[in-house]
């Protein structure tokens, strides 16, 4: 039976990690988007093509597509959406006629995940990605400003939040407002608060409700049309999986990610399974998810998160922190086994270890990487996440 296909996400040369380093890692595929394409475009075929050919001149695949962004006008069910989803399966057909079918996506209405601090120093001295709910309050009461955001706290929360702030430099306001603001995959340009204040006021006179009648008029469009062409769908989990400024979630836990897989029915309407990002709650039961949604699962993202009884929480080492791995990983090669036997279903499913520490040699190189992509951290969880298949399947003996 196939192990998982081991893959590895690239933004490209100039975040600091070369298709060259990624190939001396054993990574059979890259996961990679068209990023000079404008959100909302079609992806032009001689692109795609392109770079397609770079990643194969290195010995590599490109496997899965992170990410086809969705445009806003889709998620806020505007009336030029129809226009925009055009546009997407256009470029869902543009890329199965160059024989790419795993295309991952999210739903999330501001940014593609939130975190209050991207330097955030461990015990060992290596860094990591944090998540403070004080510090997101404060985000939200004294620099976003949120209109009535003072009544959705409790008072014990913006007093501590207010007390976080006040003892803040300006330097460490400006650290706070810059890591929030650089959730966005793939870019250098931190999103403009102006911008982010104008969207973020507009999605929050959508309830969630609607948004979910907004994905789901989104996948009854493309799902259809990607199941003609092969295309497989997967859908990432909203990170963190709770409302944050206010903005409901709509793919953060079990009963959401059944709503949107019930509400289009397909083969092509899948799950991008990310362990991080359902494990940032305890609620979370996630070899549950993998059991009852595992023939749905196109791609699997897998990190580890250490969370605390106040609500923050931080990336760990990939075997570390408060997400059981090991059952996680069990799980999904139980997962495999079955789609093995039956013959239904990718068996050989891609999954790449997702962010990672910055330490070693990374860390005098550090600027060069996007957030959570540093090379040494995610090849140790790569590493780290290989071992322990193998040992599973020792243990099942399969």
């Known amino acids: 039976m196939d192990y998982l296909k081991r893959t590895f996400r690239w933004f490209g040369p100039e975040f600091g990690v070369s298709l060259a380093d990624i190939r001396q890692l054993g990574v059979e595929g890259i996961v ?17 093509a392109a770079l397609k050919s770079e990643i194969e001149e290195h010995g590599m695949e490109w496997s899965v597509v992170e990410s086809v962004n969705i445009h806003t006008a889709i998620k806020y069910g505007l009336p030029e959406r129809d226009f925009y989803i055009a546009n997407y399966i256009q470029t869902l057909k543009n890329l199965a006629k160059n024989g790419i079918y795993d295309v991952c996506y999210n739903f999330m209405q501001l940014i593609d995940w939130t975190r209050t601090d991207l330097d955030f120093i461990l015990p060992t001295g290596a860094s990591a990605l944090r998540y403070s709910p004080i510090s997101a309050a404060a985000f939200d009461l004294f620099i976003l400003k949120r209109e009535n955001a003072k009544e959705s706290y409790p008072v014990e929360a913006y007093n ?25 995959p793939g870019s250098r340009k931190l999103i403009a608060l102006e911008d982010f204040k104008t969207n973020h006021a507009t999605v929050l006179k959508i309830d969630k409700k609607q948004l979910q009648d907004n994905l789901s008029y989104f996948l009854n469009a493309i799902i259809p049309e990607a199941e003609k062409i092969g295309v497989r769908m997967a859908v990432h989990p909203d990170d963190p999986p709770f409302s944050v400024f206010g903005v409901p979630r709509i793919v953060s836990n079990y009963e959401e990610i059944k709503f949107l897989l019930e509400c289009c029915p397909s083969p092509s309407n899948g799950l991008t399974f990310c362990s991080g990002s359902l494990g940032a709650s305890a609620s979370n039961d996630l070899v549950k998810i993998i059991e009852d949604f595992g023939d749905k699962i196109h791609f699997i993202h897998l990190r580890n998160v250490a969370r605390s009884d106040d609500g923050s929480f931080y990336e760990a080492e990939h075997l570390g922190g408060s997400v059981e791995i090991d059952k996680v990983m069990k799980a999904i090669v139980e997962q495999q086994q079955k789609r093995y036997s039956n013959g239904n279903g990718v068996v050989s499913i891609p999954m790449r270890p997702d962010h990672g520490h910055v330490l070693l040699d990374d860390k005098k190189r550090q600027n060069e990487f996007y957030s959570g992509y540093s090379l040494i951290g995610r090849a140790m969880g790569l590493a780290q996440l290989s071992g322990l298949e193998k040992g599973i399947r020792l243990g099942l003996n399969i």
């Open 32 to 48: 990679a988007a068209c990023q000079q394409v404008p959100l909302g475009e079609v992806w032009p075929v001689a692109t795609i």
């Open 160 to 184: 501590e939040a207010k007390a976080y702030f006040d003892g803040l430099t300006d330097a460490g306001k400006k650290k706070l407002e810059e890591s929030i603001l650089a959730g966005m």
